[in-house]
């Protein structure tokens, strides 16, 4: 069995989430993460993360519902450097095109439009023109020092240099996660239409990109959940995010910025499976591939607590099937001895099996309580699975 094996069925049921949306935009997020088993010596084929660092690199797609529900992984890369039985194939810098691919296969010719969103460091320009389907969309949030053509006037400028050529046309509050705290910011927004113009050693007019989008989001204020001030400027932010999305009205500016917040989610679920309840970086085997097989069963642990995390935020009240598979409410039904219909009901159900009680005090299972009740719901679906015709 292998990683993709392994997540065949996971990706079937995102699908399935993903048609069964009615929000006119999904989201798609990737970024990459590590995982630090420098202490693992016994570990075969196990190659580096940068010099004396062992360890294996992971780059996810996660897909989202426009309000920010996780609905599934999309794709999954693992590599290792040096001396290992998992090396990348070409430039590491084509993972990003490779999650691009697969947001193409898997969601290409769809119904909603799919806005697949990156930071920094998929400012590449070749990103910027490659081949998308037709629903779509590249959200990227840009730092290189590139020419940009105005559209509409034709001049040519670093695309700093246009924050203090455009008018303020609005204002947006996000929230992030800044040091472990959420921050509520206030942004002012400002927009044009440009061509990206490649290096000096290609032909602009030739080689420029198909017309894109540049919002420029300035972080003018930011409050703590309690309401107090906690604006830094030393923490400012300021977003230069580069969208094929058309932006000319403020609501348009507004929405790609809510896109753009809601990479914050991958950030999650990396800590998710890393920190926040799954610690897989203290898993035990003897070889790489075998952990690799071991962190895509993890992935889909820890997709299965944020989305259940977030559909509760939402509507904790909506359809179990949104966060559960059918198997998964039946195994849960027959332990509760009655009908589960909604994200709640499933969510008790499966915090008492590992035997979390209600109470004012705690009214629903954390994250660590989840992490522990998803692991056993996993190997009792088994088991009722073999135990069916």
């Not at 300035?218 to 959940?225: F, G, L, P, S, Y």
């Not at 309840?277 to 071991?294: G, M, N, P, S, Y």
Request: include cysteine; charged fraction near 25%.
């Amino acid at each position: 069995m292998n990683k993709q094996v392994m997540l065949e069925g996971h990706l079937h049921a995102t699908l399935q989430r993903a048609a069964a949306s009615t929000e006119p935009y999904l989201i798609a997020v990737q970024d990459t993460t590590f995982y630090n088993y420098s202490t693992h010596k016994a570990m075969q084929g196990l190659g580096t993360l940068q010099p004396a660092v062992k360890g294996v690199l992971q780059h996810n797609v996660l897909l989202l519902n426009q309000k920010g529900v996780p609905l599934g992984l999309i794709d999954q890369q693992y590599w290792s450097r040096q001396q290992t039985s998992v090396p990348y194939k070409g430039k590491e810098s084509l993972k990003w095109s490779k999650g691009l691919k697969a947001v193409n296969k898997q969601l290409g010719g769809g119904a909603n439009k799919v806005v697949l969103v990156q930071d920094r460091e998929a400012d590449i320009f070749c990103f910027f023109k490659a081949k998308r389907a037709q629903n779509v969309e590249l959200l990227v949030r840009v730092h290189q020092p590139r020419n940009m053509e105005v559209i509409q006037s034709g001049a040519v400028l670093k695309f700093k240099e246009l924050r203090a050529h455009l008018p303020v046309a609005g204002y947006k509050q996000v929230e992030i996660v800044r040091q472990g705290k959420a921050i509520t910011l206030t942004l002012s927004l400002q927009a044009d239409r440009v061509h990206v113009l490649p290096d000096k050693d290609l032909s602009g007019n030739k080689h420029k990109t198909q017309p894109l989008s540049l919002i420029i989001a300035r972080e003018i204020a930011a409050v703590d959940e309690k309401g107090q001030d906690v604006f830094d400027e030393h923490q400012q932010a300021e977003w230069y995010l580069l969208t094929s999305l058309v932006a000319d009205s403020e609501q348009d500016m507004q929405r790609v910025v809510d896109f753009y917040a809601l990479r914050w989610r991958i950030e999650r679920f990396h800590y998710t499976l890393k920190s926040g309840a799954l610690k897989v970086e203290r898993l035990q085997f003897d070889d790489l591939q075998t952990t690799i097989h071991a962190l895509a069963f993890y992935s889909v642990v820890a997709w299965q607590l944020l989305s259940i995390s977030y559909q509760l935020r939402e509507d904790g009240q909506a359809a179990a099937q949104a966060c559960f598979d059918e198997v998964e409410i039946k195994v849960l039904q027959q332990l509760e001895r009655k009908k589960i219909s909604t994200v709640e009901q499933a969510m008790l159900a499966l915090g008492k099996i590992v035997g979390f009680a209600r109470s004012k005090k705690q009214p629903l299972p954390g994250v660590r309580v989840l992490a522990q009740a998803l692991e056993r719901l996993f190997y009792l679906k088994k088991g009722y699975q073999a135990a069916s015709p």
